[in-house]
């Protein structure tokens, strides 16, 4: 319990507002890294092996649509992860720059630690499950990819959350 009401005091926006800020960035962001993944050899790969592991399909089989719907509820996940490293961080570091509320620095580290997150996880968890050909023969080339991506996602990331907490603070 402590550590929740030493997360609600502090010197970081109302949570509510945090949460939805950083669900829709993270959705926003996802839709953003579509790009970088529709100009590379694997293309979707990622989207649909995560697709695959979660339905426990060949990813193969997987549907474009299916495997579109989980890589952006995903983002939007990591927009929850987000908020949460952001609450965390700002009770921790100094709000030395604010952006309409925003500590620059926890912002800077949550996105940081939800880059990592998301690739780590993509590459060392989801890739090794669904095996197969992706993992065996593409498995460099896939995890390349997706740190590209994942790139994306926290460059959006950077750039979006703040410029949202500057027009309504």
């Known amino acids: 319990m402590r550590v929740f009401s030493a997360l609600a005091a502090a010197g970081s926006p109302d949570v509510a507002v945090l949460f939805a800020v950083g669900v ?11 790009w970088p993944m529709s100009r590379q050899p694997e293309g ?11 339905t426990r399909t060949p990813h193969e089989s997987v549907r474009f649509r299916d495997a579109m719907v989980v890589h952006h ?16 961080f700002s009770v921790v570091v100094p709000a030395v720059v604010e952006a309409g509320g925003l500590n620059l620095l926890a912002h800077l580290l949550a996105v940081a630690l939800v880059v990592g997150f998301i690739y780590g996880f993509f590459a060392h968890v989801v890739l090794p499950r669904a095996g197969g050909r992706s993992y065996e023969e593409e498995a460099t080339a896939v995890r390349g990819q997706w740190l590209r991506s994942a790139l994306m996602f926290g460059v959006t990331m950077v ?8 027009s309504i603070g």
């Open 24 to 34: 829709l960035a993270g959705l926003l962001a996802a839709v953003v890294m579509d």
């Open 44 to 54: 979707f790969t990622p989207a649909y092996v995560a697709t695959g592991v979660l």
């Open 73 to 88: 509820l995903a983002g939007g996940l990591a927009g929850v992860l987000y908020a949460l490293a952001v609450r965390g």
């Open 159 to 166: 750039i979006v959350v703040p410029l949202v907490f500057l």
